[in-house]
């Protein structure tokens, strides 16, 4: 029994140590106001790959095919973090952000028409972080926390909520880093 406890001990320790270090490159900002339940950031212009569908099926492996070489260049792109999604009426866009080398002068199109590069540009964004899983009800009750003290604070709201993930599949729940978000109006 005590064997057994040691042998999960070990494995846990090292999943979590291997989740930290095999972290990905993330996407850029500048944290301009923090408190303790949430930040805004400034992000600057960010490439994104996106596609949007009805039902989200089959979307992340879409944009794991476009870096993994299913491009006009075949070129394999480094994977970065978060993955968001965003809710829009009845279509769920999911997008991979770009590492910061890329532009659009020199990006490899996407060989799939349901795959497009967009330029999102510069904003400020209100983020709350939570971990554990990323589910539905977990993200909703974050969202909701950041929407009710954005509105008390009478900060404007200017966009979708979004979805962040940052960690890979096999991370502990309790090491997870996820994060709902709100493009607001900053001055």
């Known amino acids: 029994m005590k064997k057994k406890l040691v042998i999960i ?12 270090v095999m972290a990905y490159d993330e996407a850029k900002y500048d944290v ?3 408190n303790e339940i949430y930040e805004i950031r400034k992000y ?6 996106q596609t949007i569908s009805k ?16 491009n006009d260049n075949n070129q394999k792109i480094k994977m970065t973090a978060p993955v968001t999604q965003i809710k829009k009426k009845d279509k769920m866009i999911l997008q991979f952000f770009l590492p910061t080398k890329f532009n659009k002068n020199n990006i490899p199109n ?5 795959i497009e590069i967009v330029n999102i540009k510069e904003g400020f964004y209100a983020v709350i972080q939570y971990s554990g899983r990323a ?17 008390d604070e009478s900060i404007s709201i200017i966009g979708p909520e979004i979805r962040a993930t940052y960690d890979k599949p096999f991370t502990l729940p309790m090491s997870r ?4 978000m709100f493009e607001i109006s900053w001055n």
């Open 9 to 20: 001990l070990i494995y846990t320790l090292f999943i979590c140590l291997y989740s930290k």
């Open 32 to 34: 301009v106001k923090k």
């Open 44 to 49: 600057s212009d960010r490439v994104v790959i």
């Open 55 to 70: 039902d989200g099926d089959n979307s992340f492996r879409k944009l794991f095919g476009y870096i993994s070489g299913q």
């Open 110 to 114: 996407p060989t799939r028409s349901d």
């Open 135 to 151: 589910s539905d009800i977990n993200f909703i009750k974050h969202k909701k926390i950041l929407e009710k003290i954005l509105l």
């Open 177 to 180: 880093r996820n994060e709902a």
